[in-house]
Nanobody, 125 residues
Framework: QEQLVESGGGSVQAGGSLRLSCAAS????????MGWYRQAPGKEREFVAA????????SYADSVKGRFTISRHNAKNTVYLQMNTLKPEDTAVYYC??????????????????WGKGTLVTVSS
């Protein structure tokens, strides 16, 4: 059974850092594009970052550019999201996502094939 499991969430003060991990199992995700979304209370799920299967191309939401870095380790079936200079507005549940289509992963979360259950990130001011 295909599974994406996030970890690394927690509480941090503004300006701090966290690294999220997403471990994939039950399926070969080497050829999938991988990404992160987040959802704050009362808001829509929004795209955060994505990475192509080779790790050579990435995409970020404007709100996190320069602060967040996505990476992947295919041999470990793991995707990471390094989050620096965190702000209170980064508070959300962060979800790992995987899809065979790059455009779907970036722009159409309703069509994404695989989702993790999420990990909570809370940033206090």
């Amino acid at each position: 059974q295909e599974q994406l499991v996030e970890s690394g969430g927690g509480s941090v003060q503004a300006g701090g850092s966290l690294r999220l991990s997403c471990a994939a199992s039950g399926h070969t995700f080497d050829n999938h594009f991988m990404g992160w979304y987040r959802q704050a209370p009362g808001k829509e799920r929004e795209f955060v970052a994505a990475i192509q299967w080779s790790g050579g191309d990435t995409s970020y939401a404007d709100s996190v550019k320069g602060r967040f870095t996505i990476s992947r380790h295919n041999a470990k079936n793991t995707v990471y999201l390094q989050m620096n200079t965190l702000k209170p507005e980064d508070t959300a549940v962060y979800y790992c996502a995987a899809d065979l289509n790059w455009m779907t992963l970036l722009y159409n979360h309703y069509g994404v094939d695989y989702w993790g259950k999420g990990t909570l990130v809370t940033v206090s001011s």
